[in-house]
């Protein structure tokens, strides 16, 4: 298993959602190494609050599965998820969490919070800080510039 080829491809989806004006988070679901769903930040152009990458694609993995349960499938994100979309890959069994970098103010694997993986019916195997750096810049530089274009609008 190559996590940073799938990291990577989850970047792409992160530069997708930055491109809209979106928190640039992208996500990968990948069963038996191939991608199966790809999802990128929307809460704002959807008005869904629950429009975060991880949910995007676990709902088009799920509706291609044909089930909500996936198993024998690994997710790729490339910022520590928050508790929301934590609670969502335990409800689909997702079998491994790969995350790129720590997401001081919402992160919930252990930055804001450390879930409560011992106490669900369901604990995916976690990894973390694959592709950190590449990860952090690309939410470093997109704040960087939302910033500017506010000082400029003023």
């Not at 988070?25 to 629950?50: E, F, L, M, Q, W």
Request: charged share 25%; aromatic share 6%.
């Amino acid at each position: 298993m190559n996590d940073t080829v799938f990291m990577k491809a989850a970047l792409q989806e992160a530069a997708k959602a930055a491109t809209a004006w979106e928190v640039p988070v992208g996500a990968v679901v990948v069963r038996d190494g191939h991608i199966v769903a790809r999802g990128s930040n929307k809460p704002v152009k959807s008005s869904d609050p629950t429009a975060h990458a991880e949910i995007v694609a676990l709902r088009k993995a799920a509706r291609k599965a044909g089930n909500y349960r996936l198993p024998d499938c690994d997710l790729y994100v490339t910022v520590e998820p928050c508790a929301m979309c934590l609670g969502a890959l335990v409800q689909a069994r997702i079998r491994r969490l790969v995350f790129g970098t720590l997401d001081p103010k919402a992160g919930a694997v252990s930055s804001i919070m450390k879930f409560p993986f011992e106490r669900t019916n369901h604990r995916p195997e976690i990894v973390g800080g694959i592709l950190a750096g590449e990860c952090a810049k690309l939410l470093r530089d997109f704040f960087h510039g939302r910033r500017k274009k506010l000082r400029f609008r003023l």
